[in-house]
């Protein structure tokens, strides 16, 4: 019985351990993302041999600060943990790896130390100081005094493999303060990505000190490298510390310039010129607002870009740069059916009437249907049918239902509008502008404006709720419904369709009050809808017809 007991007690705990490793393994049925090492208690991050633990802490994905100089020091670069490149400035020193290779003659190739005496030893050669030169003079020295013993046939080739390594403080103003390893060739960006980049809020980017002990060793502004490419090389050394200062004084510059920053500046006040030549007015500007506030006063400044010099700003000044052209000519497209050229420089506040006498006709231009296509014309025909498509959806989404049934019917006409709407928003607008040909001389040419002659034809289109869209050749006297009998008639009963008539200028007509059509013209037949909701029919009625004028498009359900 005692045997029992414990064989039953021992299944028993089998059991439980089995069912905790399988609720530990089990994939989380709520679809959360496991957690992460470091949260989960497990060291996932790699250790170096100098005990530091080089793993990047994560961070989560921030907007990018107005500050000139943030950019350095993004999520990425910070948390790469690369080094930025050898120091050519480094000088050689004990420890250092250098790689030899010779070939031709004599062949070795090895990494070698620099000894306690500045020395690296090369078989067949003997000791040769390295020490004390620079990694750019390296090659050059190893090469001149190898040829003193192999004066022909040999290729010397030498390069700093590994510099010491070194562990270096950053402190300040760095969005993660402490000691960082590296090598004693690495640039000072590379332990300031390693510090996760400087406080873009409270840091200063032209104030940061390399120390040695209590002495000030070199003062670096970022500026300089970001502006100019410049960036003061230091070797460091084991404890050294950066140091980034507080941030100094700064101004912000906004407008047409390639740099929209604000710039961070030593001292009290900033000379203009110096901004400007920070921020890069693009080309074409003009002038410069300067917006200066002091305690509950605020004050503008209004000045050519010319009168720069001279001028200064103070912490806290605003700039804003502008482009205040004058437009003295414009220029329109001429396309269609004519003989000349295609493009025409006009003077500002230039008529059509101006532009036809020097329009080359030829015997195929219709020159009194002239059409007129303008952007600005279409951008407004898009907005008004973006407004009339969300009214359309809102109407077909609010209608009430007092029946289970009458909600199912609202639900599929919902959908249909839906699907309506989402080619409707497709369409695109032409811009057309109807022209009356008794007042040419009153209408004025914008930049970028497209005059299009039309030409001539003897046809008629006919398209839209037709059994067979097609063109018809004219004849004159047929009427409306003369033409749409030869395309096989309505796909609607007459009441349930709506037919414009499109001219060749572009003026819409309802079709019912057109007697005879001209060579051409255009039938499009709508189709009419019925809603039970008074606001969805109308909606899609007035939609339907602002697409055939507008983009000359008939859309089906």
């Not at 002239?370 to 049918?385: F, G, N, T």
């Not at 019917?409 to 839906?418: F, G, P, Y």
């Not at 928003?425 to 404006?449: F, H, M, S, Y």
Request: overall charge positive.
């Amino acid at each position: 019985m005692k045997l029992l007991k414990t064989f039953i007690f021992l299944m028993a705990c089998q059991l439980i351990q089995a069912e905790a490793v399988e609720i530990n393994t089990y994939p989380d049925l709520t679809g959360a993302a496991p957690l992460p090492a470091f949260l989960a208690g497990k060291n996932s991050g790699s250790t170096t041999d100098n005990g530091f633990d080089n793993t990047p802490i994560p961070t989560e994905p921030s907007v990018v600060s107005r500050m000139f100089g943030a950019q350095l020091f993004t999520s990425t670069s910070a948390n790469s943990g690369v080094s930025i490149g050898f120091n050519p400035s480094y000088v050689i020193s004990q420890g250092d790896q250098i790689q030899i290779r010779l070939w031709g003659a004599y062949k070795f190739d090895g990494v070698l130390s620099v000894d306690p005496q500045g020395n690296i030893f090369l078989p067949n050669v003997g000791p040769l100081k390295v020490a004390g030169i620079t990694n750019s003079q390296l090659n050059s020295t190893v090469t001149a005094k190898v040829k003193r013993v192999y004066q022909a046939n040999v290729n010397i080739y030498a390069s700093l493999l590994q510099a010491q390594p070194v562990k270096v403080f950053v402190t300040g103003y760095a969005n993660n303060p402490g000691l960082y390893g590296g090598i004693a060739s690495d640039s000072l960006l590379s332990y300031l990505s390693k510090a996760g980049g400087i406080d873009s809020e409270r840091g200063s980017y032209v104030d940061i000190v390399v120390k040695r002990n209590d002495r000030v060793r070199s003062r670096i502004n970022l500026y300089d490298f970001l502006l100019n490419g410049k960036l003061s090389l230091s070797q460091f050394a084991d404890g050294d510390t950066i140091v980034v200062g507080p941030r100094q004084h700064t101004v912000s510059i906004d407008g047409d310039v390639f740099n929209r920053y604000d710039f961070e500046f030593k001292g009290n006040k900033v000379s203009l010129s110096e901004a400007l030549s920070w921020a890069r007015p693009k080309p074409g500007a003009t002038h410069m607002t300067i917006i200066r506030e002091q305690g509950s006063m605020k004050r503008s400044e209004y000045y050519p870009l010319s009168s720069a010099h001279g001028r200064i700003l103070e912490d806290g000044d605003r700039l804003l740069v502008s482009s205040d052209r004058y437009i003295g000519t414009i220029q329109v497209r001429i396309e269609g059916a004519h003989s000349g050229e295609h493009a025409m420089v006009l003077p500002y506040g230039a008529t059509l009437r101006q532009v036809l006498p020097n329009i080359r006709t030829n015997s195929m231009s219709q020159i009194n249907s002239i059409q007129l296509y303008r952007r600005s014309v279409a951008v407004r025909q898009k907005e008004m049918l973006n407004v009339s498509l969300q009214k359309l959806e809102e109407a077909s989404l609010s209608a009430q239902s007092l029946t289970n049934e009458e909600a199912r019917l609202r639900m599929q006409e919902a959908q249909m509008v839906s699907r309506f709407v989402a080619k409707a928003r497709a369409a695109v607008p032409k811009g057309e502008v109807i022209l009356n040909e008794g007042n040419l001389g009153q209408t004025l040419l914008e930049d970028g404006d497209v005059i299009n002659i039309p030409e001539k034809t003897s046809l008629v289109m006919i398209h839209g709720g037709v059994l067979f869209p097609n063109a018809v050749s004219w004849q004159k006297g047929l009427s409306p419904n003369d033409y749409i009998k030869k395309v096989g008639g309505l796909t609607q009963k007459k009441g349930d369709s709506k037919i414009i008539l499109i001219k060749q200028n572009g003026e819409a007509l309802d079709a019912e009050d057109v007697k005879s059509l001209q060579p051409g013209d255009e039938l499009m037949v709508l189709p009419k809808y019925q809603s039970k909701s008074i606001e969805v029919t109308k909606g899609i009625s007035t939609i339907l017809y602002q697409l055939a004028v507008a983009a000359k498009v008939v859309l089906t359900f």
